[in-house]
């Protein structure tokens, strides 16, 4: 059974810096890829980053170039996305998502696309 645990959300002041971890069980990244999106109130699910084990990154959003960036960690099946120079409109439900590799063939990847799904952090930014 696959399963997804994002953590690391919480409320940070404009400028600041977060990590957000997306823990998995059940697969290896090595067969999949990951997609980070953000839900904020009122608005539809954004993707924000697509990524591949073999490829690195491999899309992400012109929002977010150069502040969000994604790191993986084998040993504990774990994909982590530091977010830098936080903005007020950064402030959103963020969700991992998993795709099998090779799935995803359009950008910004559709959510249809991903199997699987984190529960969702919040995270706040505010001063």
């Known amino acids: 059974e696959v399963q997804l645990q994002a953590s690391g959300g919480g409320l940070a002041q404009p400028g600041g810096s977060l990590r957000l971890s997306c823990a998995a069980s059940?697969?290896?990244?090595?067969?999949?890829?990951v997609g980070w999106f953000r839900q904020a109130p009122g608005n539809e699910r954004e993707a924000l980053l697509y990524w591949e084990s073999s490829g690195g990154v491999t899309w992400n959003a012109d929002s977010v170039e150069g502040r969000f960036t994604i790191s993986n960690d084998n040993a504990k099946n774990t994909v982590s996305l530091q977010i830098t120079s936080l903005k007020p409109e950064d402030t959103a439900v963020y969700y991992c998502?998993?795709?099998?590799?090779?799935?995803?063939?359009?950008?910004?990847?559709?959510?249809?696309?991903?199997?699987?799904w984190g529960p969702g952090t919040l995270v706040t930014v505010s001063s």
């Open positions: 059940g697969f290896s990244w090595d067969d999949s890829a």
């Open positions: 998502a998993v795709a099998l590799k090779g799935v995803v063939r359009t950008y910004p990847p559709p959510t249809s696309d991903f199997h699987s």
